[in-house]
């Protein structure tokens, strides 16, 4: 596609479960980026993805987090166990070159009831 | 990491008011973006613009990156143009996002 898809754009969960979020990105960008944006909140970094160097996890809160991404495009945001305050959109950006110009996709926002 | 302190957090305009977003930055970057985001939450690139003046119809945004910010001017503002405005910069890796203005323009 033209632009970042990401999947689900709606996910409701509960407590306890594991869920994944899936971002596909712009061709041929080798950057990619998760983020999450609680109600209200601004941008908060999670992951970063650069070509085949080993991903900037500084970001993720906890173990319970983890992302993969597999031959360099499409990436699955993990969330296991998941906790009420893991309610959130979560975004993701990929860029041509990183760092570099980012481009959003959608979100995913994700309910843990 | 770089912090990032956007003013004001919240602005209020009159239909065909001009406002002018501020961004600053605690260290250099060499990237730096302005994103609005709508209603529904998605995020438009409004500028990428790590130095110089850039404009778009009736948006413009200049950098001043020896000074660590950067400015974003919006004329004669529309309804449509509410919404909350984001920096964002990086000088290794990640961006770091501000915490937005939230701009409602009234009709």
């Known amino acids: 596609g033209a632009g970042v898809s990401q999947s689900p754009s709606n996910k409701v969960t509960e407590k306890g479960k594991d869920v994944e979020l899936r971002c596909d990105p712009i061709s041929g960008h080798t950057a990619l980026y998760w983020y999450r944006q609680s109600l209200g909140q601004g941008l908060e970094f999670l992951i970063y993805f650069q070509g085949n160097s080993a991903p900037d996890k500084s970001g993720l809160p906890s173990d319970r987090f983890s992302a993969e991404r597999t031959g360099g495009s499409v990436s699955t945001l993990t969330i296991q166990r998941t906790q009420q305050e893991d309610s959130a959109v979560y975004l993701c950006a990929s860029s041509p070159s990183g760092p570099g110009e980012l481009f959003f996709g959608e979100g995913s926002r994700l309910t843990v009831l | 990491g770089i912090q990032v302190e956007q003013s004001p957090p919240d602005l209020i305009l009159q239909e065909g008011a001009n406002s002018t977003l501020r961004c600053n930055f605690s260290d250099s970057v060499n990237n730096l973006q302005w994103f609005h985001q709508n209603p529904w939450g998605q995020l438009i690139n409004l500028f990428y613009i790590p130095s110089g003046t850039k404009q778009n119809g009736r948006l413009s945004a200049t950098t001043v990156a020896t000074e660590r910010y950067s400015l974003l001017y919006i004329s004669s503002s529309q309804t449509t143009d509410s919404g909350v405005y984001f920096c964002?910069?990086?000088?290794?890796?990640?961006?770091?996002f501000g915490d937005g203005t939230t701009l409602t323009v009234k009709p």
């Open positions: 964002a910069g990086a000088n290794a890796g990640k961006s770091t």
